[in-house]
């Protein structure tokens, strides 16, 4: 029960910290483009990363047969998934973004099934069922326009990517840390962003980029919701199996749409606190879980992993 209690807070934390990004995000891509925003963040996260790896001197060697894996887990989640998400933020709005990406666990559950053979209790059932009808709730059909169509698209492969991200990281063997699995696939992504970004650089504003707002921004994206987030994601997953562990993703609309609403304006309706409601109650059922059924699953997902 400890360990659930523990990777759960750190799986909140991670989620909640998501939910502030949109609201930076949809500041910062009015002066960094999507693509090139990406790169620097990862930019900021890679010396973080790599500092902190120094300090607390992590092993870095990761053996030959976990190349391949190392490698999905970057482009899918570290590129695939991030400038979708970015892209998708900036042609829709904060709100939207926190909420449609927070469709994450139920992929999550599924990929768990499919490439983890963990179990689909009812208690998971249940939990996804309720946040994601809390996530319906929240947006509101009617919100949805045509407008809003093409980033909403990009939301959804961002989700759907992340989800196969999370459950690749719970592929990869508990002998490394987070803290280097994230530091070599962020090293990943700068690399194979690079070629595309680097040329692009030069239209930046460099003017608008030193205002201490997009500082903060900057450095709030890459040392705390990117090197600080992903180590707390990961280290969330170990604890908990991934099925379980993708319901704490439904913090990210309560945090985003609550931060739209007081910083950007968005409006908020009544549904938003029936939707939140219905959020906390899967979680609530997740923390709950009896440790024998979990330990069940974490069983599974072990020998699968062996």
């Not at 659930?4 to 991670?14: C, D, K, N, P, R």
């Not at 469709?103 to 208690?123: D, H, N």
């Not at 950007?264 to 979680?283: D, H, P, Y």
Request: proline share 3%.
């Amino acid at each position: 029960m400890k360990q659930t209690l523990i990777g759960s807070f750190y799986l909140m934390l991670a989620s909640s910290i998501w939910g502030g990004m949109y609201v930076v995000v949809k500041v910062l891509v009015e002066v960094i483009p999507p693509l090139e925003l990406v790169w620097i963040r990862y930019l900021i996260a890679l010396i973080a990363l790599v500092t902190i790896g120094l300090i607390t001197r992590q092993k870095w060697q990761i053996k030959r047969q976990h190349y391949l894996l190392l490698l999905l887990i970057s482009l899918v989640g570290y590129v695939t998934s991030i400038v979708a998400q970015e892209t998708g933020t900036m042609l829709s709005t904060a709100q939207m973004g926190a909420i449609i990406t927070a469709t994450t666990p139920s992929f999550m559950v599924v990929f768990a099934s499919l490439f983890l053979k963990e179990r689909l209790t009812k208690r998971k059932m249940l939990s996804v069922s309720l946040a994601t009808i809390g996530v319906l709730a929240i947006i509101g059909i009617d919100d949805l326009n045509v407008s809003s169509m093409l980033g909403g698209i990009s939301l959804v492969i961002a989700a759907l990517t992340w989800a196969l991200m999370s459950v690749l990281v719970k592929k990869m063997p508990g002998e490394y840390s987070p803290i280097v699995v994230t530091a070599y696939a962020t090293l990943i992504a700068v690399v194979v962003l690079s070629p595309v970004v680097l040329p692009r650089l030069q239209h930046i504003d460099l003017e608008r980029v030193f205002n201490p707002t997009i500082l903060g921004g900057l450095l709030y994206l890459g040392v705390i919701s990117t090197s600080l987030a992903f180590l707390l994601w990961s280290r969330g997953l170990q604890l908990l199996n991934a099925s379980s562990g993708g319901v704490f993703f439904f913090f990210q609309p309560l945090v985003g749409a609550l931060l739209g609403w007081l910083l950007l304006r968005e409006t908020l309706s009544v549904m938003f606190w029936v939707g939140a409601a219905l959020i906390l109650i899967g979680v609530f059922i997740v923390i709950t879980e009896k440790p024998k059924e979990e330990g069940q699953n974490l069983l599974s997902a072990s020998r699968k992993n062996a």
